[in-house]
């Protein structure tokens, strides 16, 4: 890459001729004063030797939403239960508490979170904060904030400390003028919502550090994630988590999209196993740094006959949100992820019917639940 060779040394070269206070670097080091907080506690511990390098130090961000616990317990399982740290602004529930470490960290906070990597020499961060698209238009500046902002430190950080980083972007990040079915890795991605266009400057800046300042930046689009023991954090398709739910609990499931609606959607399993693949791929087996990953593509009332061979009794009725139905109409319905499969061997394991069956595996047998087979 020449030409991005000598781009860097021109700028490079235009900075020590701005003669800068802060030294000239080729990472984006920022001029911030020494935080107090950054006198480690327990600094004597840094002396203790273990095998640094048989496993990544982990740090997820916004951990306590809808992914980041389960993405903590596959990767302690992998990399050992110290190794990985959850983190967030809200208060954990006493089981996430007690299964692995966990910290306060606001992304917006700077300083602190350039402590944090510090202190705990952290080499991988899994960047999960957001706000998501239904909520991010409920609350722009936030989202504006959370999503940008707070990437801005995360890049800044990542990029300073040599960091693996993995950002998430979604289905969300293309718009009325994409291809929808099947939207491809590289297409025309004009997002209208407060989210989809802070993922297109992540999936972009990151992308950027990478040519720019060598950043090992990975990143999936992930489509609409399934679970059962986590809820969604307030996206547009949240309908497919909670259908379950209410068949359980009450045998009726009011819908805000249209029937009709299809998206790509994924059971968590392979959104987490994804993002571990991904992140232990060899880097030059990957050709891009943004990937698709799909898994299904259905509609509301696809799911809810699914849904029905274990809850007969089901009754589904229709009350369109105009937002996110207007958001649903924008985004893919199907998703080509023929790069990932060819790249990094990428391969899903769940498909409606077991994604159903698992789901009510979870969620348990109440006496709603008419034994299908
Ligand atoms: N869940 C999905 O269907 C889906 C699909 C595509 C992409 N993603 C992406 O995956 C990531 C995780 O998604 P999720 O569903 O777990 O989200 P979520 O909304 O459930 O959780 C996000 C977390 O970010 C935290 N957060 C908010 N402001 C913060 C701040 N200032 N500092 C630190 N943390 C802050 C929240 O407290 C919350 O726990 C997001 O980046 C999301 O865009 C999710
Ligand atoms: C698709 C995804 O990014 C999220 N579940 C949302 O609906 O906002």
């Known amino acids: 890459m020449p030409v991005v060779r000598n781009l860097g040394r021109a700028a490079s070269q235009l900075l020590q001729s701005w003669g800068c206070g802060c030294g000239v670097s080729i990472v984006p080091v920022r001029c911030i004063g020494v935080s107090p907080r950054q006198v480690a506690s327990d600094a004597s511990f840094h002396s203790v030797t273990f095998s640094e390098s048989d496993h990544p130090r982990v740090l997820i961000t916004g951990g306590l939403g809808q992914l ?85 430190n995360v890049l800044d950080i990542a990029a300073e400390h040599n960091l693996r980083l993995f950002i998430p972007s979604t289905i969300g990040a293309f718009g009325p003028t994409s291809p929808r079915d099947p939207a491809p890795d590289l297409c025309i991605q004009r997002p209208r919502t407060i989210y989809g266009v802070s993922k297109v400057h992540a999936e972009l800046m990151g992308e950027y550090y990478h040519y720019r300042y060598g950043l090992d930046f990975r990143c999936l689009r992930y489509p609409g994630i399934i679970s059962a023991d986590s809820q969604p954090g ?117 498909d409606l019917p077991e994604l159903v069956t698992t789901m009510f595996s979870y969620l348990g047998s109440d006496s709603r639940i008419a034994q299908a087979n």
Not at 101 to 121: C, G, H, Q, S, T
Not at 124 to 146: D, Q
Not at 302 to 322: H, N, R, S
């Open 68 to 152: 980041g616990v389960g993405l903590a317990k596959l990767l302690r399982k992998r990399f050992g239960k110290n190794n990985v740290i959850l983190s967030d602004i809200r208060k954990p529930a006493d089981n996430v508490f007690y299964s692995g470490p966990f910290i306060f960290a606001d992304i917006l906070d700077y300083k602190n979170l350039r402590e944090i990597v510090v202190n705990n020499r952290i080499t991988w961060l899994f960047h999960y904060s957001a706000l998501l698209s239904a909520v991010g238009e409920a609350n722009v500046p936030l989202a504006r904030a959370v999503n940008i902002t707070g990437l801005h």
């Open 234 to 350: 307030g996206g547009t398709t949240d309908y497919a988590v909670k259908i379950f739910h209410d068949a359980i609990k009450t045998g009726k499931f009011k819908c805000y999209l249209r029937p009709d609606t299809r998206l790509p959607m994924m059971y968590i399993d392979d959104c987490l196993k994804a993002t571990l693949e991904v992140m232990e791929a060899p880097a030059e087996s990957l050709t891009m740094r943004t990937y698709n990953i799909n898994a299904m593509s259905f509609s509301p009332e696809e799911l809810a006959q699914e849904v029905q061979k274990y809850v007969p009794e089901l009754q589904v009725t229709y009350k369109v949100d105009q937002v996110r139905q207007a958001i649903a109409d924008s985004w893919p319905m199907n998703f080509d992820d023929s790069n990932a499969r060819r790249d990094w061997g990428w391969k899903h394991d769940y």
